[in-house]
């Protein structure tokens, strides 16, 4: 059955917010916009594979879009020229935005043995867009600053996470941490990898599965760029930054933290998430 | 008298006619990220309020419970229960505030709705659905309960003064309260290190190398101030609890099998439920169409 009350949650709490996001960065940066162009692609897919999967009720989904085509065509033809997306995302949106069909047909209707057996898609899919809606209202900036900051503004912002001072209470939203956000970065790719394969998806006959996941990374996996040189470098200096610190605190506290042993864990982490997304290959990770 | 009591009874057989066929419960925003299913009926009989817990959210925590209230093929009473009732979906940003601020803005967005339902909650063409509910059940996860405890303390309290005029509704006191998975202890990180703990310890990778920092005084503090925290909530609880009738002073409480993250314990008078077999502390309050007891616990509490 699909679910009305989400989506509309999903509308107000991150589809409008990035159609406005999207517009007002119209007089900001190149790397606002690009980051603008990102996330409201990002809710549109969320949305088109909520229908296909029939989380999301088509009719609301469309009256709830519809308003927006343009918005999302032109963060679309930006999203394109800029690469910003991998495995033909935003070719295939190019296509739907032009087609007189608001959606593309469902994924039972396009593979109808695999997804009969596979009766938890819809539910499946909303936990997986709640996880990444709460950790994208969470990343303290995260996402957008390893993606799209400039080397010089990189550069400033990972001295500043050397020396960030832990503050119990955040005063206000502008006061981003990006130390507390990358550890909300870790916390999500293991949820996001943990419910790949939770409520009998384990199960299901793995087409049905690898279809939906890999759905998903295409749209969400822009934010944990695994796969991109720059996020990866930039990743990479942040989770030696927070082992550094993390260490420093507990020597002052007389205990020894092994050296590389967060990075370590880190990097098998990444590697099971990659996996749950679909980076690598299906049949290895199956 | 016997006409009362005819009337009364059929009122009765109309309402449970009406649950069979109620349409589903209305969504409706709220403030600061909180929201509201309004049910179809037009004087449902009670409000049920949700607290997630830290690093929750109104719609992730409570996924959905949302879209199973509404469930036909649920069982009819479960069913008539959920339809004769408004819920409402408590936001707070628990990383940002104390508990103590977070149960003032609880007990804010409470009395603003219960007991009486206020025509600006629901849409200004439908001023006929403003009414007092007949009965309050609140629901908390993890963080969320300790949140709803320090509340409900907080009225008990005022309640108790007797010398005092009182100000404030204590009509929650009469209310019942379901906690899943209560970790009965504030969140209040030391540093980046108690922080990481805090977060990152559920993630199988990280956890060993983050246990070997329970020895330092950071994480001991950290846990002691949380259990100073838990301490007082639970002395000041049970003695009220053993001294006065308010219902909502003692829970019923449901852990999953799998609890990873608090330890499995109760209030003295509380009333805890056997684990679920193969839930976590996520995963407990999360309902789906062949996990219907999260929304039997609510109705009935402990032997559900």
């Known amino acids: ?45 969320w949305i088109i594979v909520g229908v296909q999967v029939t989380a999301f009720p088509a009719d609301l989904a469309r009256q709830v879009m519809i308003p927006h085509v343009q918005s999302i065509a032109a963060a679309n033809v930006l999203a394109e020229r800029e690469s910003l997306f991998q495995s033909g995302l935003t070719a295939q949106n190019r296509v739907q935005l032009r087609s007189e069909e608001t959606f593309p047909p469902s994924f039972a209707a396009i593979y109808p043995s695999e997804f009969a057996e596979f009766p938890e898609a819809p539910s499946l899919f909303s936990q997986w867009c709640l996880e990444s809606l ?29 020396d960030e001072p832990f503050l119990l209470e955040v005063a206000t939203d502008s006061e981003r941490s990006l130390f507390e956000g990358y550890l909300r970065a870790l916390l999500h790719m293991n949820r996001m990898a943990d419910l790949m394969g939770v409520d009998g998806a384990r199960t299901a006959s793995w087409p049905a599965r690898a279809l939906m996941r890999v759905s998903v990374g295409d749209i969400h996996g822009w934010r944990l760029n695994l796969t991109s040189g720059l996020f990866e470098t930039r990743f990479d200096s942040v989770t030696e930054a927070v082992e550094a610190r993390l260490r420093a605190e507990a020597t002052a506290d007389a205990v020894e933290l092994e050296k590389n042993g967060f990075i370590r864990g880190v990097r098998e982490l990444r590697l099971r998430y990659a996996e749950a997304l679909g980076y690598l290959s299906i049949e290895a990770s199956d | 008298m016997a006409l009362a009591r005819s009337a009364r009874i059929g009122t009765i057989r109309v309402r449970a006619n009406v649950c069979l066929m109620a349409p589903p ?27 997630h817990g830290w690093g929750g959210s ?43 601020e977070h149960t003032e803005r609880f007990l804010r967005f409470l ?14 063409s439908d001023p006929t659905r403003s009414h007092r509910y007949g009965e309050l059940c609140l629901v908390g996860h993890s963080l969320g309960a300790v949140v709803l405890r320090e509340g409900i303390l907080d009225r008990a309290a005022l309640a108790a003064a007797t010398a005092r005029p009182i100000t404030k509704s204590t009509d929650l006191l009469n209310g019942q309260l379901r906690l899943f998975a209560p970790a009965m202890h504030g969140a209040k990180p030391s540093g980046w290190l108690g922080l990481a703990y805090h977060l990152l310890r559920e993630i199988r990778e990280i956890k060993p190398w983050l246990e070997a920092a329970r020895e330092s005084q950071t994480i001991i503090r950290q846990l002691h101030s949380e259990s100073d925290k838990l301490k ?37 008078l509380d009333r805890i439920e056997l684990p679920m077999p193969g839930r976590d502390h996520a995963s407990v309050c999360k309902p789906d169409k062949g996990y219907r007891e999260p929304l039997q616990f609510v109705m009935r509490g402990k032997h559900a």
């Open chain 1, 1 to 45: 059955m699909p679910n009305a009350s989400l989506l509309i949650e999903y509308s107000r709490v991150a589809f409008r917010p990035a159609v406005a996001g999207w517009e007002k960065a119209q007089s900001s940066s190149e790397a606002k916009q690009r980051f603008a162009a990102a996330s409201l692609i990002e809710s549109y897919g």
């Open chain 1, 134 to 162: 709460a950790f994208a209202q969470s990343d303290g900036g995260f996402a957008e600053t390893l993606n799209f900051a400039l080397d010089q503004e990189w550069e400033v912002v990972l001295g500043r996470l050397r």
């Open chain 2, 25 to 51: 419960h209305e969504h409706i925003s709220l403030e600061g990220g909180c929201f509201a299913l309004i049910s179809g009926l037009p004087s449902p009989r009670r409000a049920v309020f949700f607290v």
């Open chain 2, 58 to 100: 109104p719609s992730a925590t409570w996924h959905r419970f949302q879209e199973l209230v509404d469930d036909e093929e649920g069982r009819d009473d479960v069913r008539g229960w959920w339809q004769d009732a408004d819920l409402y979906f408590f936001s707070y940003e628990s990383r940002r505030f104390s508990i103590s």
């Open chain 2, 111 to 124: 009395d603003h709705v219960f007991p009486i339902r206020p025509i600006s909650v629901l849409r200004a």
């Open chain 2, 232 to 268: 007082r909530l639970r002395d000041d609880t049970e003695k009220l609890a053993a001294t006065t009738s308010h219902s909502a002073l003692v829970a019923d409480v449901l852990y999953g099998e799998e609890e990873h993250i608090g330890e499995r314990d109760k209030f003295r």
